[in-house]
């Protein structure tokens, strides 16, 4: 069963998933047919994550980004990248002031609280490395001083799979900070003809309008912090990561930031269907999504056709899943 598939749940608090449906339902004006997808980037979001979309041109990324932004009240920029942009045009430079004569920081397209990093992998590794410690710790340093971005802060990265001509691939130090890696895909039939009725005349875009802000999106991130997690669960995470590690198919397994970000992902996942615990279910169902982009296959299983997806399911399937208190 998808997280869509569990969307509707009766709770005492009832908060959280009223709200978290209503995100849902604004940006569904934008983007047709795409709900798992929507769900996915609004948890990673109020899961203090960031997010990897990799697919072909067209399928409505930046839109998504766009819709994100505009739903919550906060402001949000793209950046191009390309093989000439530097690391100062992400960050911000410190530059002299002619009339006060002194030294002042100029903040660059990071400062933002929804970034779009359009086809990441088309800058440098500097460039792509700018990025890193903005994505990890939230703040920008330049000269020895620390410049907080804004709560909240997500990045939105884009890549085309089918090309790779003058391309960098991610490290796989930039790509553990990505919390999910999903992908939009085409729309069905009907979700397109929607589009064209939607999108024909003027961009749909247009008549979003924010439905909360920065403070109601920090009080929700706040909210699924407090959701309990049983030592089951924990012990069952941690099994899954290690299973990953032990893999004999994959030469880097995931990480323990990998199993940090399973675990605030999954209390997401819980609050949004109106529960103050999560599962194992919780867990299995995001496991894809947090864990595939961080695993790397070994040589033997890349030549025979195994992807990362194949293994981690099978994996999923072996693990015990923990039952009862």
Not at 71 to 91: A, E, H, M, N
Not at 201 to 227: F, I, P, Q, W, Y
Not at 241 to 269: I, K, Q, Y
Not at 281 to 306: N, T
Request: proline residues 6%.
């Amino acid at each position: 069963m998808s997280p869509v598939a569990q969307r509707r749940s009766s709770s005492p608090d009832g908060d959280f998933p009223t709200v978290f449906n209503r995100i849902v339902e604004n940006i569904e004006q934008v983007i047709q047919g795409k709900d798992e997808q929507i769900r996915l980037a609004l948890m990673c979001l109020l899961a203090e994550g960031h997010l990897l979309i990799e697919d072909v041109p067209g399928v409505g990324k930046t839109l998504l980004a766009k819709a994100i932004a505009r739903t919550i009240g906060c402001d949000w920029r793209r950046i191009q990248f390309t093989p000439d942009l530097l690391p100062t045009d992400v960050t911000g430079a410190t530059v002299y002031n002619q009339e006060r004569r002194e030294f002042e920081f100029k903040p660059g397209a990071v400062f933002a609280s929804v970034v779009l990093g359009d086809e990441i992998n088309r800058a440098s590794p500097k460039t792509q490395s700018a990025l890193l410690e903005a994505m990890e710790e939230r703040q920008v340093t330049a000269d020895g001083v620390a410049y907080k971005l804004p709560d909240p802060f997500m990045v939105i990265a884009t890549q085309n799979p089918i090309e790779h001509e003058g391309t960098y691939p991610l490290p796989f130090a930039q790509l553990d900070r990505f919390l999910m890696r999903l992908s939009i895909g085409y729309p069905s039939q009907a979700a397109e003809i929607e589009v064209l009725h939607r999108h024909g005349e003027h961009s749909a875009l247009l008549d979003v309008s924010a439905v909360c802000d920065a403070a109601l999106m920090r009080a929700m991130t706040d909210a699924a912090k407090t959701v309990h997690v049983a030592e089951s669960v924990h012990h069952y995470i941690v099994a899954l990561v290690a299973a990953t590690r032990e893999a004999p198919e994959l030469s880097l397994g995931a990480s323990p930031r990998a199993a940090l970000g399973l675990l605030r992902a999954a209390r997401v996942h819980a609050a949004a269907l109106g529960r103050r615990f999560a599962t194992p279910d919780d867990v299995k169902l995001l496991a894809c999504s947090v864990i595939e982009h961080r695993l790397a296959i070994a040589p033997e299983a890349e030549m025979s056709g195994r992807s990362g997806g194949n293994i981690l399911r099978e994996i999923l399937e072996r693990v015990p899943v923990p039952i009862g208190r």
